[in-house]
Nanobody, 122 residues
Framework: QVQVVESGGGLVQAGGSLRLSCVTS????????MGWYRQTPGKQRELVAT???????NYADSVKGRFTISRDNARDTVWLQMNSLKPEDTAVYYC????????????????WGQGTQVTVSS
């Protein structure tokens, strides 16, 4: 069974830093495209950052220059380093795994973590 588990959320003051971790199991991690999403009450879940199985990254405009996504295939782990945090970054952050197969045919599966709360105070 595939598991996706986030950790590292908490309370931090504006301008501070936090690093979120996401550990997967039950999947061939190096094949997966990974991402971080966040959601606040009354709003849809939004993309924060993604990193493909090949290491290509993409960021939401609101976090460019402040957040960095990275991965370690040997540890089945993806991180989100968050610097210069702002109150508007407050949200539940979710880790997403897209398990991709190309052999014997193109196929993918989606898995989500339970979420970790990040609260930035002013």
């Amino acid at each position: 069974q595939v598991q996706v588990v986030e950790s590292g959320g908490g309370l931090v003051q504006a301008g501070g830093s936090l690093r979120l971790s996401c550990v997967t199991s039950g999947t061939i991690f190096e094949r997966n495209n990974m991402g971080w999403y966040r959601q606040t009450p009354g709003k849809q879940r939004e993309l924060v950052a993604t990193i493909t199985s090949r290491g290509t990254t993409n960021y939401a405009d609101s976090v460019k220059g402040r957040f960095t996504i990275s991965r370690d295939n040997a540890r089945d782990t993806v991180w989100l380093q968050m610097n210069s945090l702002k109150p508007e970054d407050t949200a539940v952050y979710y880790c997403h795994a897209e398990e991709v197969y190309t052999i014997p045919r193109p196929e993918s599966f989606d898995y989500w973590g339970q979420g970790t709360q990040v609260t930035v105070s002013s």
